[in-house]
């Protein structure tokens, strides 16, 4: 039996120890928290309970699989809810519409914005699914280890299909004239903390994956998930050691042979780190190269995703205008969208709401509700910001009075019963997410597919990575899927 050391807890770890264990493999996990789920992870303020970071469970297939491919039946491990509608969005200008999964609502919304507009959102939909299943299929569900993977007549045809060169907000203006369409559209295309006026339009398939398979809810919150991969892996005999922080990764001869901890030795045929990539080169693998020198010699001069702030609100009160998702949308939407990636914090933000209590009253008690509220700012590279107690507590009160502006919501300052508050910084120093990015390295066409670090190690036998940073790239779902692409490589190298 091989033995297997996951470096990390984060979703990647756990479904590929989950997977691995089903291959019988011998899977230990070492994290360096207190709790598994790296920044899938919760937060409790007083009797209030808070997901830590990801909350948007899209693909839902995704997630249930992990538990289908086992032979296990998924309900019996988590509650899962579907959303409709998958979003309230709310402008500037006092107006606010829901958004369905059905077509014909959704239709009916649009027409109701601008009459014919629903014609041009169906030549968006289907042209740009379209899109997502050439790429699902020839190139986010493939491991993406060669050149030969990427330079055939297939994959060539493949990407010529997908507008690549062009920016989200370009492709999406050449079919949608509406300004309120496109600002919703658009800011769901930046969810991979990109900026969608200037990267690929392969990210506009987020708000048509949202439509197609639409967008569900945990019961407890998205950590449940997490705990249903615990259970999983105790089940199948594998192990968790928490406030476990692997120091390095231990290379001879060109094979890794373990892992080494402040106080122990763990050997391992086989090392999957599930760390930040750009932090395992700079901090965990110190004596090797990787072979990949060119990524490690210039890791520092990689383009990051921006990050994020977030603000964690305990209210004595619901908010029935509040659906789980919700968009605010300001009136100087396309600055506040590029404002982060200029090393700028938005005077007028375009603001993302999570409000799980519309659907789920045992995350405190039912005359209460939770509300997170996340805002993109630049990452730590910018040195533009410092985050102190002041910055944060100005920009707290900018975000809560755009808020307090939507129609419903005027008095939510005055039903604060606590609070608490997600910097860059916590990003940094408590997931080692380089320069607090909240999204790992950028999905610019420089980084991705064959040229985003690739999840086996070229030069070293044994070492795999999995997680943001690497292919496939970031978000919950992309990354399930890609340890469905590790796990089957590291079968094939070890049977």
Not at 86 to 97: E, G, H, K, M, R
Not at 263 to 286: S, W
Not at 314 to 322: A, T
Not at 346 to 372: G, Q, T
């Amino acid at each position: 039996m091989n033995n297997i050391v996951i470096v990390g807890g984060g979703i990647g770890g756990l479904c590929s120890a989950v997977r691995l264990l089903s291959k019988g493999f011998k899977v230990t996990i070492l994290e360096k928290e207190p709790t598994v789920g790296g920044k899938v992870n919760r937060k409790e303020i007083k009797d209030f309970n808070f997901d830590l970071t990801a909350s948007i469970l899209m693909t839902p297939k995704v997630y249930t699989d992990v538990f289908k491919d086992l032979g296990r039946n998924y309900e019996d491990y988590f509650e899962m809810i579907n959303l409709d509608p998958i979003y309230n969005v709310f402008y500037a200008d006092n107006s606010q519409y829901s958004f369905y999964r059905d077509l014909k609502k959704t239709n009916d919304v649009l027409e109701s914005i601008e009459s014919g507009l629903s014609i041009q959102y169906e030549e968006f939909f289907y042209k740009t699914m379209k899109k997502y299943l050439i790429a699902n299929n020839n190139f986010l569900c493939k491991p993406m280890l060669s050149l030969k993977e990427i330079v055939n007549v297939n994959s060539i045809k493949s990407v010529l299909q997908m507008d690549v060169l062009e920016s989200s907000s370009r492709y999406l203006y050449s079919m949608i004239h509406n300004r309120k369409l496109n600002e919703y559209l658009i800011f769901q295309a930046m969810y991979m903390g990109v900026n969608p006026y200037e990267n690929t339009s392969l990210y506009t398939m987020i708000p048509a994956i949202s439509h197609a398979y639409g967008l569900s809810y945990i019961k407890g919150g998205l950590y449940q998930y997490i705990c249903a991969l615990q259970r999983l892996i105790y089940e199948q005999g594998g192990q968790i050691e928490t406030n476990t922080e692997v120091k390095k990764i231990v290379i001879r001869n060109n094979n890794v042979v373990g892992v080494r901890t402040k106080d122990l030795f763990y050997e391992a045929d086989c090392v999957i780190c599930n760390a930040d990539y750009p932090y395992a080169v700079k901090k965990l693998i110190t004596d090797y190269s990787l072979g990949e020198s060119c990524i490690n010699n210039h890791i520092d001069k990689k383009e990051y995703s921006c990050s994020v702030f977030m603000i964690y609100l305990g209210l004595n009160k619901k908010y029935d205008v509040l659906n789980v998702h919700n968009i605010y949308i300001s009136k100087d939407f396309k600055k506040s969208i590029e404002d982060p990636f200029n090393g700028n914090l938005s005077k007028n933000p375009s603001i993302y709401m999570y409000y799980p209590s519309a659907v789920d009253e045992s995350l405190c008690s039912k005359s209460k509700s939770v509300l997170n509220i996340m805002v993109r700012v630049p990452n730590l590279s910018f040195e533009t910001v410092k985050w102190t107690r002041k910055d944060i507590m100005n920009y707290r009160n900018v975000i809560i009075k755009h808020i307090s502006d939507i129609k419903g919501l005027e008095d939510i300052e005055k039903h604060i019963e606590c609070e608490d508050y997600l910097i860059p910084d916590d990003l940094d120093k408590k997931f080692n997410a380089f320069k607090g990015n909240a999204f790992g390295l950028s999905h610019k066409l420089s980084q991705d597919i064959y040229l985003r670090p690739h999840i086996k190690s070229e030069k070293i036998k044994g070492l795999y990575f999995i997680g943001s940073s690497t292919h496939p790239g970031n978000g919950v779902s992309i990354i399930i899927n890609g340890t469905k692409v590790l796990a089957d490589i590291i079968c094939e190298d070890f049977r």
